[in-house]
Every structure is written in structure tokens, then in C-alpha cells.
């Protein structure tokens, strides 16, 4: 077994995850969050100390509770980040309502509910912006998940079948590997 100051095997480095510096910046809080939150699930102390130190390192566990623990804690980030937006378009809707008195003409402090909006509305932007950087970073968070899973469930498989030297391990093709043969002929165009 390897110490607990090396670099886990199951690791990827999250500069090669396809993110920008600002949502690498999103995805190593969000692992030091989840981690000093517990991990989020049974056990999972040793898995969560793991992704902190990991991500300390720049680096993404492919581990499936670490990486279900971080695509929850996402979820919770995005949720709160809607409440917000919500809340602040529904304030830059009353912000156009008391520009104007009944009569429609514009109120004596319209500069000042004016710059209001403005405020608003670039708060309105960044959260946006934020939503959407959270949006990439658990969509990527999932997909490796996914490939995490798959892997463990490959590798139980392995395990519990024929090992590689069996020579009759050529008639392994019980476990269908839907991948391979599914050819999709969308990519056609009838005239």
C-alpha cells in the first residue's frame, strides 16, 4: 500500500479536466468544503481526507462517493445560487416599478433607483456566470463519476470472473459491452 502523503492512483489532475483557472478555483473549494463537511455519506472520512489532500495537490479522486458527495454539494451550490437570482430579479422588477409614479413620470430619486438596477443587474450577471461555471464543473464531476463507476463494477467483473490467463477467457463476451456495438447512423443525411 502506498503512505498517505502520495499521490492516489485513482487521481486526475484537474488542470486536464477541461475547466477554466475560475472553475478550477469553483472545484478545489468545493472539494475542501465537502471534505470538511465529512464527505456527505457513511464512512466517508477516509474517502473525504483523501479528496482534500488530493486537491490540495490539484487533483481529482475518481472516487464514486467522493465524486457523489461533490456533484451533492453542486446541487446545493446551484440551488442556493437560483434562490438568489430569483430573489434579485424580483428586486429589479420593484426597482422599475418605483421609477415611476403612477402618472408615469420619472420619481424625484430615479438616479438613485436607477443605480440600483444597474447594481442589480450586474449582480444578476456574475451569479449567472457562476451558475453556469458550477453547471460545467458538475457535469464534468458526473461524467467522472460515471467512468468511476463503471470501472469499479469492470473491475468486480474481473474479479469474479475468468482471470486473464484462463485460456478459454475468448468467450468473455457475455458482459456486453453496449459501446462497441452500437453504431449510430444519425450522422446520415437523406436528400
Request: net charge negative; aromatic share 4%; glycine share 10%.
Amino acid at each position: 500500500m502506498s503512505t498517505s502523503s502520495h499521490v492516489p492512483e485513482n487521481a486526475v489532475p484537474d488542470t486536464q479536466l477541461g475547466l477554466s483557472n475560475e472553475e478550477i478555483q469553483l472545484l478545489r473549494h468545493g472539494q475542501q468544503t465537502v471534505a470538511a463537511a465529512g464527505g456527505g455519506g457513511g464512512g466517508g472520512s477516509t474517502s473525504s481526507r483523501a479528496a482534500s489532500r488530493a486537491s490540495s495537490q490539484g487533483l481529482l479522486v475518481m472516487d464514486p462517493s467522493s465524486l457523489a458527495a461533490l456533484g451533492r454539494h453542486f446541487d446545493r451550490v446551484m440551488q442556493r445560487i437560483q434562490q438568489q437570482l430569483e430573489y434579485l430579479i424580483e428586486q429589479s422588477q420593484q426597482v422599475n416599478l418605483e421609477v415611476y409614479d403612477r402618472a408615469g413620470n420619472l420619481v424625484d430619486n430615479a438616479d438613485r433607483e436607477i443605480a440600483r438596477y444597474h447594481s442589480l443587474m450586474a449582480q444578476i450577471d456574475e451569479l449567472e456566470l457562476d451558475f453556469d461555471r458550477i453547471a460545467h464543473i458538475r457535469e464534468i464531476v458526473a461524467g467522472f463519476r460515471q467512468r468511476a463507476e463503471d470501472l469499479e463494477r469492470e473491475l468486480e467483473r474481473s474479479g469474479s470472473g475468468s482471470s486473464r490467463r484462463d485460456r478459454h477467457g475468448h468467450g468473455h463476451r457475455h458482459s456486453s459491452h453496449r459501446s462497441h456495438g452500437h453504431h449510430s447512423s444519425s450522422g446520415r443525411q437523406r436528400s
